[in-house]
């Protein structure tokens, strides 16, 4: 079975320009989120969806970040316009109905210069 | 919502050794992970175990839901072993704590 995928692995952009990450969960697993990891510390969830619902966004800054999820699969998330504080690692999971557990892709890490 | 939190924050050993890493949680929780984060930044599975005592070859983690924390144990550790271990709980969001920067030296 395939894991959680995210591409790209890596991303160097200069500030102001916008980029956009993309995740293929885990076949069946019906919830999906996105997650932002700075340096030394934990992950910090950005966007939930279930299925092709966004269920909680309350910390996605909204004014330069938008997600989507279509037809509750695939799942895109842009940064527009990019800021220096946006480096980080940009981490996507999903979790199967009835939750038994959450499975992480490798990442991207994002770096604006 | 649910708070977690990891201690220690840091711990550096001598290869061979045998370490605790330690979780406590706020409120009560049904779901609680351990993962590594391997030098790449990937967050690799290492339990689901939201009670009880689970072993995985030189690691085993137990969770005492009722009183609010969990236990990682490597036992003879390898210079593999290193990296950062956190717990998350599931509150609706998967909640991490800050994790346990382990070194383990040669």
């Known amino acids: 079975e395939a894991g959680v995928v995210q591409s790209p692995r890596y991303k160097i952009i200069e500030k102001k320009q916008p980029v956009a990450f993309w995740c293929n969960p885990i076949?069946?697993?019906?919830?999906l989120y996105w997650y932002r990891q700075n340096l030394g510390q934990g992950p910090e969830l950005l966007i939930r969806y279930e299925n092709e619902e966004a269920v909680d966004d309350s910390q996605l800054p909204k004014d330069r970040f938008s997600a989507e999820r279509l037809k509750g699969v695939d799942s895109t998330l842009k940064i527009q316009p990019a800021e220096l504080g946006d480096s980080a690692v940009y981490l996507c999971?999903?979790?199967?109905?009835?939750?038994?557990?959450?499975?992480f892709g490798q990442g991207t890490r994002l770096t604006v210069v | 919502g649910i708070q977690v939190e990891q201690s220690p924050p840091d711990l550096i050993l001598q290869e061979g050794a045998n370490s605790t890493l330690r979780c406590n949680f706020s409120?009560?929780?049904?779901?609680l992970q351990w993962f590594h984060q391997n030098p790449w930044g990937q967050l690799i599975n290492l339990f689901y175990i939201p009670s009880g005592t689970k072993q995985n070859g030189r690691l085993s983690a137990t969770t005492v839901a009722t009183e609010r924390y969990s236990l990682l144990y490597i036992s003879s550790s390898q210079t593999t072993d290193s990296g950062v271990y956190f717990c998350a709980a599931r509150d609706d969001k998967i909640i991490f704590g800050k994790g346990t920067r382990l070194h383990i030296l040669p």
């Open positions: 409120d009560s929780v049904n779901n």
């Open positions: 999971a999903s979790t199967p109905f009835g939750w038994s557990g959450a499975f």
């Open positions: 076949s069946g697993h019906n919830t």
